[in-house]
């Protein structure tokens, strides 16, 4: 568990990043916070010749609200942002979804940016995106781009970051007075989630009628699944328990044939979403 | 007594939680180098070629063997008769018979340029068909693992009671094939060897639970005389049996400092760890209990088939077979019964040594059967379990396979777990009757531990006894050296106890020393539940020892009879009055230094060593196979009460109660840290770990992201209470405890979630038991509803 040798660059700005991507493409990988590349470099999974740390790039690391966005930058840390009043205020299934990653160790040293841009199947940060529809900016020397969630995770550990490319920051859509869930069965508190579903509701103004909803499944697929059927049968109604058990219900047709693996079944999967899908409604 | 009995605290504990404890991996010496392992990526090969060439060119590489570069290494021995011959070698020779196999060792400065230096060896093989499963294995069409076998069978000892028919043909019987699940160890330290052969000598550092057997080993193994190793253990971060075993890393790495003439190390990772330390439990069990009317089980058949990987590895790892299947029954009175067993070679790392030792396994399925015959015969399986457990005062009862056990309080024991248990079922149902997706149930679990056991069942070579060295310093405190190796079970302080009490001396008087060969007296080393059994038998014997020497000479000191002399706090003065007295410091002093004080014919100096075979250990089978293989069977009951929700299947153990009787307690706080941590390695086993393979034999559960080891967030709260009946036989009436905590888990929580979902008719035969298992068992019970 060593990894092979690599070089190590630090640049201080996001321009020295960029150019040290561009030069070295597939050959170098960024390091944003390191709670999954470093473990996947020991394991020799991963083996970039070129490690480069945005550690040292300030413009990364601020969190700022404007334009009926909250827009987090890449470096972020987890913790940070699961301490954040605005976060809380802006973005409620954000902050719900983070007490969800790892420990506090992991938290602490984790990124906004480099969970979202790992893209792991089983993590809640992407799940959180799709579901609010967030929009992941991304930048190379050869200039920036905003690709929204619902097309950026294209498979297990792929996005649509190229080799020269690095996620910069996330714009979330502001959903003050939202009302948000996060849940999963995961073996133990800490670890990717077995199944799990973020959720976002927001309702017509003075009103109980649902005036819009994002709904995520993670564990399940090869990527977050946008749980559209669910979705629709809350949208525009009242959230009574009877519709709650029938957007669980019908979020087992989002997922057609979810993951299997080593701790549950495809079935399992089916069942404990719906009842999940059922209990994030139910607040 | 002083200390024994009361809650002196650990005296290990200092270095241990502010991080001053030397582990292996904190050895380093000027001049090392450092070896990784090139391990096998198939479960079933023969290996055609291995290129070595571009790992020797490369520049930080020192060296690079294979099996045929050991010149001098001899094949592990063969010790064990009734077993058949397994012929290993610490590097494969021309077949690789499970993932993580060592075919080749690479020497660089670092352990970076040695995993360099190993991706560059290049392995050659043919596939062979690979064996995953018991099933697999003792298929008829099965290939043979070991080419020179009938059959995929390491050990096979059937058992034939035509009785067991006879009762059968009368009474209902219930059939159930039980299953536990593959686990590793797992201690929190890894495995680990240091090496430095230098003027002819050989000095180890090992994380070991035996550094005499591991010296032993490196003896026949490597051509060398005992008394040319020194075998050095530094604190152990926890062994948990994985310890015992001498793995090829440990014969390599000697030999590869032997070879080059400088230290070498090697410690192992996580990942090698899971993949190549032994690994433990993997067994079916197939149980038929004939019952009456009233629940009670009058005869019983079983078949223990266990899964032992490939079997290459020294210690066998066998035995733990042998104690599934003589204590399948554990305390319970069942007239009739046929056990048989049978160890069953796969492509799958070697099983071997684990806490509980082949009991969580055997305990499992029979406390499962006890609660279905129960179910099946309409009675409380609370009344059957009392019913079918030795009786307040039987000292005389025998189990089916001949264990003696002695006097216990089987029945007390039982009696309060129920009532404790019962009563957290009460606040658990309080609690969550509200919540229309919850289940509540609680599940029992009874059962006797074999303590201070003899090794010749596992080793075929070695017995059970062990010794104790202690000496008087001149300032008139005390060195007590033992045999029993430390690996955090607390022996340090248990030993400075029980020696204080014999010696008459303060515990802060007291200093323990163990694992180094050159200074520690021999001995067999930490595991069976034996070290509270054999340390205070040696450890007594020899303080007797030296304190009648130190009464002699106080006698002459004080010019009294050397019978009226007593020794309190530290002082030897003569029964009834306190003065005048000497210290044990004035006796040393005159035993050293002013040894014209001494008695006439009273030779200098101040020390005895001692050994300590337990009694009533039987080393051959009576004309009915049966035997008693522990010095001491200490005796539990645990209760597990579970909630569980029916719609995601998760399983919450809410409460956790253990009744327990080990004898003469040494030290309270040690016992139940003993319990506690064996209680949360049974729950981990019950509900969580679980080493997967595919069908192609490749491990899918390698790294803690897959193995889940449930951490202190996932252990519930426990109560323990302790019954204490001595021993009659051992030295203080002490019995172990060691392994205790493990057996009873996956019993009780096995029978609690049955218990919680009888509405689904769920019935728990397998673990991990699992939110996926627990939901498919619920719908599959919908379904044929």
Known sequence: ?283 | MRYVGSRVGRTEDGPLLAGRAQYIADVTLPGIVEAAFVRSTLAHARITSIGVDEARAEPSVLDVVTAGNLAGVTRYPHLVPWMKDVDSFPLARDRVRYVGMPVAAVVADDRYAAEDGAALVIVDYDELPVLVSVDDALADDAPRLYDEWPDNKLMDLPVTEPEVDRVFAEHDVVRTTFRMQRQSPSPMETRGIVADHQNGRLTVWASTQSPYILRTTLSMMLGLRESDIRVIVPSVGGGFGCKLHQYPEDLVVPWLSMRLGRPVRWIEDRAEHLMTSIHAREQRMDVEAAYDRSGRIVALRGNVATNVGSGEVFIPGTSTTLVSQGCLTGAYDIPVTEVSAACVVTNKTPSGAYRGFGSPEAIFAMERTVDKVARLAGVNPRDTRRAMLPAVGDGAFVTPSGGRLGLGSHRQAFDRAVELGDKALEAARALYSGDPRIRVGVGFASFVEPTGPSYYGTTGFWQSYDSALVRIQPDGSALVGIGVQAIGQGIQSTTAAIAADTLGILIDDISVICGDTDLSPYGLGAWGGRGAIVTSGSVVKAAEIVATKAKLIAAGLLEANPDDIVITDGKLHVRGSDEPSVTMRDVAIAAYVRTELLPEGVDPGLEATATYEPPGIDTEPDEHGRMNVAAAWSNASHAAVVKVDITTGTIEVVDYVVVHDCGTVINPQIVEGQTTGGVAQGIAGALYEHVVYDEAGQPLSASFMDYIVPTSLEIPPMTIEHLETPSATTTLGVKGVGESGTIGPAAAIGNAVSDALAEFHVDIVETPITPSSVLAAIHAAGAAS
């Open chain 1, 1 to 283: 568990m060593k990894p092979p040798k690599f070089r190590y660059l630090r640049p201080d700005s996001l321009e020295g990043v960029l150019v040290a991507l561009a030069a070295h493409g597939d050959e170098a990988k960024p390091l944003a916070g390191g709670q999954s590349l470093i473990p996947a470099m020991n394991f020799r999974l991963a083996q970039p010749s070129i490690l480069v740390d945005l550690e040292l790039v300030s413009e990364l690391q601020t969190l700022s609200r404007r334009d009926g966005e909250l827009r987090v930058g890449a470096m972020v840390r987890q913790r940070q942002a699961e301490r954040s009043a605005e976060v809380r205020a802006a973005c409620p299934l954000l902050a719900d979804a983070l007490p969800w990653i790892g420990h506090i160790q992991n938290r602490n040293r984790g990124t906004i940016g480099g969970s979202i841009a790992h893209a792991d199947p089983a993590a809640e940060l992407p799940a959180v995106a799709v579901a609010l529809d967030a929009t992941l900016e991304v930048s190379s020397t050869r200039g920036s781009r905003s690709v929204p969630a619902a097309t950026f995770f294209e498979g297990p550990f792929t996005t649509a970051v190229d080799a020269d490319e690095i996620l910069t920051g996330v714009r979330f859509p502001v959903a003050q007075g939202a009302r948000a869930a996060c849940l999963e069965v995961a073996p133990r508190h800490g670890d990717f989630a077995v199944v799990g579903v973020a959720a976002s509701v927001r309702f017509a103004s003075g009103g109980t009628l649902v005036e819009d909803v994002g709904l995520a499944a993670f564990g399940v697929g090869a990527a977050p699944v946008r749980l559209t059927e669910a979705e629709a049968q809350v949208r525009g109604v009242e959230l009574t328990g009877e519709v709650c058990e029938l957007a669980g219900a019908a979020s087992a047709e989002d997922v057609e044939d979810p993951t299997a693996d080593i701790h549950a079944t495809s079935d399992y999967r089916r069942r404990a979403l719906t009842e999940l899908v059922r209990r994030a409604l139910s607040f």
